[in-house]
């Protein structure tokens, strides 16, 4: 079965670091890009950050650019997001999702994880 | 503000046709770049519904279709179901000074 479950979330206080996993299985991880998707409560989709299959490629949102690292492993089939100096407006549900092609481009997400809460808060 | 623009809200009552709008611009929808629906059900995450401006994953019935042209992309859900109601987003690519992923505001439809 195809999957992406991501973890990593919980609460966090303003300018503090998180660290998000998504552990992929089902599909043959490296030949993907990958993504960083998130929802902040009630609000619609924001693309955060994604990254080719080699790493080679890396794009962000201008509102977490240089805050947020992605990365990925492809021998342990994962992909990260290292989140510094957070901020409250980053409170949002994280979602993982997979690329259709193998760059960051116009491709669709064609498979997305259930998502794993952020919150930042004092 | 979303680079890309949808209505916020549609409605419609059963068995009718209903659309979509997606409007971009000439770095995005205008230059060429493919566009994308997802469906999002109350609770649940993101669903592929149409990729490649016009084309249904397996599973999806033929009552989605996607369209485009010029600078902007529509989504058609003809014979409306109950199970329709959601919210819907496009998603395409802009090549601006900040190349990247754009999604469109969101539309939530409304089964009457």
């Known amino acids: 079965e195809v999957q992406l479950v991501e973890s990593g979330g919980g609460l966090v206080q303003p300018g503090r670091s998180l660290r998000l996993s998504c552990a992929a299985s089902?599909?043959?991880?490296?030949?993907?890009?990958m993504h960083w998707v998130r929802q902040a409560p009630g609000k619609g989709l924001e693309w955060v950050s994604g990254?080719?299959?080699?790493?080679?490629?890396?794009g962000y949102a201008d509102s977490v650019k240089g805050r947020f690292t992605i990365s990925r492993d492809n021998a342990k089939n994962s992909l990260y997001l290292q989140m510094n100096s957070l901020r409250a407006e980053d409170t949002a549900l994280y979602y993982c999702?997979?690329?259709?092609?193998?760059?960051?481009?116009?491709?669709?997400?064609?498979?997305w994880g259930q998502g794993t809460m952020v919150t930042v808060s004092s | 503000q979303s680079v890309l623009t949808q209505p916020p809200s549609v409605s419609g009552a059963p068995g009718q046709r209903v659309t979509i709008s997606c409007t971009g611009s000439?770095?995005?929808?205008?230059?060429?770049?493919?566009v994308h629906w997802y469906q999002q059900l109350p609770g649940t995450a993101p669903k592929l519904l149409i990729y490649?401006?016009?084309n249904r994953p397996s599973g999806v019935p033929d009552r989605f279709s996607g369209s485009k042209s010029g600078t902007s992309a529509s989504l058609a859900i003809t014979g409306l179901q109950a199970e329709d109601e959601a919210d819907y987003y496009c998603?395409?690519?802009?090549?601006?000074?900040?190349?990247?992923?754009?999604f469109g505001g969101g539309t939530k439809l409304t089964v009457l």
């Open positions: 490649g401006n016009s």
């Open positions: 999702a997979k690329d259709y092609g193998d760059y960051v481009q116009d491709d669709a997400f064609d498979i």
């Open positions: 998603q395409s690519y802009d090549s601006s000074l900040s190349a990247h992923v754009v």
């Open positions: 089902g599909f043959t991880f490296d030949d993907y890009a």
């Open positions: 990254i080719s299959w080699n790493s080679g490629s890396i």
């Open positions: 000439s770095s995005n929808i205008g230059a060429g770049y493919d």
